[in-house]
């Protein structure tokens, strides 16, 4: 088991949600963190962002309809999909600074990944 572990990915139409989730283990804490994914035969891209402080960004593609958050007493990282498209089929990377080393992304920690697959 590693250190981000994640969970929430799943099968869902056109037009679906779905939330993402990633733990912490123990007692680390989730700094400045991030979403990518990597769908077949494309490299991994950076979806969403958030910094220590709060501040979020976004891929163009995602953007109004991906939101990032941070449940910092509990140490876990979200992503809220709203409208999913055929497109956003991939796997789901958490990505996350634990341990104050890095302020950008890629981060230190990746989660194991988790399937996304938007289908009707």
């Known amino acids: 088991q590693g250190l981000l572990e994640e969970s929430g990915g799943g099968l869902v139409e056109p037009g679906g949600s779905l939330r993402l989730s990633c733990a912490a283990s123990?007692?680390?804490?989730?700094?400045?963190a991030g979403w990518y994914r990597q769908a077949p035969g494309k490299q991994r891209e950076l979806v969403a962002a958030?910094?220590?402080?709060?501040?979020?960004n976004y891929a163009d593609s995602v953007k109004g309809r991906f939101i990032i958050s941070r449940d910092n007493a509990n140490n876990i990282l979200y992503l809220q999909m709203h409208n999913l498209k055929f497109d956003d089929t991939a796997v789901y990377f958490c990505?996350?600074?634990?341990?104050?080393?890095?302020?950008?992304?890629?981060?230190?920690?990746w989660g194991q990944g988790t399937q996304v697959t938007v289908s009707s």
């Open positions: 990505n996350a600074d634990l341990d104050g080393g890095s302020v950008l992304p890629p981060y230190g920690y």
């Open positions: 123990g007692s680390l804490t989730i700094n400045a």
């Open positions: 958030i910094s220590e402080g709060g501040y979020t």
